[in-house]
């Protein structure tokens, strides 16, 4: 069982918009830890997609975007295309286990 | 072009060793933390150390405390992961990853913001 919580599978058609969530505690993003957010595609490693709660690195397309309140993330993705199925996973910083931690990943499909 | 290769995963027998290592390029390797992350087959990610820049700080997830041993060797590019008493539960795809940092202007906040391609890790008689 995950510290974060994520939905375990979201889906939407090509065009759509959909949202992941990330659900914390007051010691994680209730306390004011930023949020991370990565997308691993089928058979490869993580890849950075949003860090900061809201900042996409450079070459992340501006389809991709995070925001952060209270003890929850999200992670909206619009004009959904097929290459955006994959593993999203949402991280931040637990102080009561003073480790980083991970959502438990939420895999997108695309209709 | 930042690039992080692992190898020195393998097959091992449950409490057996085995070392990753991890080669860096593309960056100043030594003015970063760096981490090793883990993923269970078909499971999610799990951080597992890190160390700092000049390694005099390590930060072990408590399940490998006493058994891993993370170091760096800065003249060579190098990252480690010293794997010792081996269980089933470790088996898994390790990842080598570069920290980033974020200043929020309340905490300062630490992500992977580079990963390898990971080297899967077998524990099993």
């Known amino acids: 069982q995950s510290v974060l919580t994520q939905p375990p599978s979201v889906s939407g058609a090509p065009g759509q918009r959909v949202t992941i969530s990330c659900t914390g505690s007051s010691s994680n993003i209730g306390a004011g830890y930023d949020v991370h957010w990565y997308q691993q595609l089928p058979g490869t490693a993580p890849k950075l997609l949003i860090y900061g709660n809201s900042n996409r690195p450079s070459g992340v397309p501006d389809r991709f975007s995070g925001s952060k309140s209270g003890t929850s993330a999200s992670l909206a993705i619009t004009g959904l295309q097929a290459e955006d199925e994959a593993d999203y996973y949402c991280?931040?910083?637990?102080?009561?286990?003073?480790?980083?931690?991970f959502g438990g990943g939420t895999k997108l499909t695309v209709l | 072009e930042v690039q992080l290769v692992e190898s020195g995963g393998g097959l091992v027998q449950p409490g057996g060793s085995l070392r990753l290592s991890c080669a860096a390029s593309g960056f100043t390797f030594s003015s970063y933390w760096m981490s090793w992350v883990r993923q269970a087959p078909g499971k999610g990610l799990e951080w597992v150390a890190n160390i700092k820049q000049d390694g005099s700080e390590k930060y072990y997830v408590d399940s490998v405390k006493g058994r891993f041993t993370i170091s760096r060797d800065n003249a060579k590019n190098s990252l480690y992961l010293q794997m010792n008493s081996l269980r089933a539960e470790d088996t898994a795809v390790y990842y080598c990853a570069r920290d980033g940092v974020f200043w929020s202007g309340y905490y300062t906040s630490y992500y992977f913001d580079y990963w390898g391609q990971g080297t899967l890790v077998t524990v099993s008689s």
């Open positions: 991280q931040s910083y637990d102080s009561s286990l003073s480790v980083r931690v």
